[in-house]
């Protein structure tokens, strides 16, 4: 499979889920871009990802599994930040958006896997946010709220909103949509409890 069967997947989740659905419109100016794949540590993880799916993301997960080694997978994070151990286990990629492999100025879509025992900690960023557990689980944490999202799952983040994940036995693969102002910009670690504007 192709990153081009897995922007159907996406489109077609983006059909069968009222919280994506809700959450913007599919981008009318969707245009290919060249991008070069990068190979990260976890992409394996994802090409062998075995935590099942909803009826509504399974096809995604799959066209996925498949497609990884086209993928431009990137880290935000520093060791420094992170660890080590973190960044052997995590990554994403733009699979649409400004700088995607499709490109559009409406939305931004990324893919982004989590090995297990993971604690990725508070951080914050412009763009409002929705997840999507495509399969696996983690808990998810905002100031107000702490609760483990399993596949098929949704959680919006407000602008500036902090948050922060802990994966616990298994690993978890999402979808995430950003919109909005900041569509451009990246989350920034550290915006905790205490510190957030
Ligand atoms: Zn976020």
Not at 112 to 128: F, N, R, T
Not at 159 to 178: E, K, R
Request: proline share 6%; glycine share 10%; with cysteine.
């Amino acid at each position: 499979m192709s990153l081009s069967q897995a922007l159907q997947a996406a489109c077609d989740l983006h059909t069968k889920l009222p919280a994506v659905r809700d959450f913007a419109p599919w981008p009318s100016d969707l245009q290919p871009a060249v991008l070069e794949p990068a190979a990260l540590p976890a992409q394996s993880q994802v090409a062998e990802f075995e935590q099942p799916g909803t009826a509504a993301t399974q096809p995604l997960i799959d066209a996925l599994r498949t497609a990884v080694g086209q993928a431009r997978w990137t880290q935000t994070y520093t060791e420094a930040e992170v660890g080590a151990h973190f960044l052997q286990n995590y990554g994403y990629f733009e699979l649409f958006g400004p700088t995607g492999h499709f490109r559009t100025t409406q939305l931004r879509g990324y893919i982004a896997y989590w090995g297990a025992g993971l604690k990725y900690d508070w951080h914050s960023h412009e763009a409002e946010e929705l997840y999507v557990v495509l399969g696996g689980g983690a808990q998810f944490l905002t100031a107000e709220n702490e609760s483990w999202l399993a596949a098929g799952d949704t959680r919006l983040h407000s602008g500036w909103q902090p948050h922060a994940m802990n994966t616990g036995a298994q690993p978890i693969l999402t979808y995430v949509l950003w919109r909005g102002a900041g569509l451009e910009g990246l989350p920034l670690m550290g915006s905790n409890r205490e510190t957030a504007a």
